[in-house]
């Protein structure tokens, strides 16, 4: 599979930098140059897998008319057999996601006695037994010749997706956005926030680009983000440590339950978005407090101000957030 590919590299780039000696150059990701590559060749081995399976395919479906299927076709359809990364993969995955922006000792250092513990040396060497397939009539071998071509027709839209996050990172408007596409370029992985946004992230922390691609991904109906205006009475939109998440129809009707919704999506995950406080229709809410557990505030005179049109959401200082690394752990899984 291509995304085990994909992973097993990653893993052994972040095995060879744990093990590096102290003071060694080390680089726990590939440059963007060799990841495109790597991701090229993926996409003509997902290509010429899917040409392979889409004319077995047709084999089968012609021969199952006459009730008998060729054993050699049917061969076609074995499961290969594949790496066993073992126990140990999911703590190998944190520690690459945390080696990206900090110092390998660092890394070791901060995580845990367990977290060490429990990994695993990776042995790509080790095969574990691919389950047989079963099939008992011609029917079965034309849903699992189909369920084949659906399978690299995955693979190959994966290999087209990760290519176009690595090849559409280049309009970086702003330091968060410029980070976010450093890390897409490296992160070998489709990651779903790598999409673009049709609103400016310029002058935007982090974080805050987290937040509005993140709403991008969840919430089809907001058209528009609003983050950086240089005069506020407020330091957080001048600092770009602020998103407005724009209700769709000015806050009226459907809106409600919109805003409710993502408000209450952020408040859950206001640790990993680093997230100070938000306004939501004349209500505030702070890190800390129990989720919808909102406070009223003054009357500032508008709809707008008031936050009855969007969701104003306050990052603490725009690079708190661990929201990327989970993505990027969790995309890395083998499927």
Known sequence: ???????????????????????????????????????????????????????????????????????????????????????????????????????????????????????????????????????????????????????AEEEKATAQALIKQLEGQSDADGPGSARLAELCSNAGVVVEVCQPVRWSEAHLKFDTVMIGRTVNIMWDDVKEVGGYRPYDPY???????????????GGTGSDVQLGNEIARYFQKHAREYGIYYMLWRQKMWKAGDPVGAWTSVSDRGSP????????????????????????????KKPA
């Open 1 to 151: 599979m291509i995304r085990e590919t994909i992973l097993a590299g990653a893993m052994s780039a972040v095995v060879a930098t744990v093990a590096a000696p102290a003071g060694a150059a080390t680089s726990a990701q590939p440059a963007q140059g060799s990841t495109l590559t790597s991701a090229r060749r993926m996409l003509d081995v997902a290509e010429q897998e899917l040409a392979e399976a889409r004319a077995t395919a047709d084999t089968i479906r012609q021969q199952a008319k006459s009730g008998a299927i060729d054993p050699e076709v049917l061969a076609a359809l074995q499961p290969a057999e594949e790496p066993d990364f073992r126990q140990g993969a999911a703590e190998i995955e944190l520690i690459a996601a945390l080696i990206d922006d900090s110092p390998t000792d660092t890394t070791l250092r901060e995580a845990s006695i367990d977290e060490l513990a429990t990994i695993t040396p990776l042995d790509t060497d080790q095969q574990v037994p691919a389950t047989p397939l079963v099939v008992t009539g011609p029917e079965d071998a034309v849903r699992s010749a189909e369920a084949r071509v659906m399978r």
């Open 304 to 331: 707008t101000a008031n936050h009855m049109d969007h969701v104003h959401i306050t990052v603490e200082n725009g690079h708190d957030g661990n929201a990327w690394h989970q993505m990027v752990r969790e995309a």
């Open 235 to 249: 330091p957080d939109h001048p600092s770009g440590r602020a998103a407005d998440i724009m209700m769709p129809n």
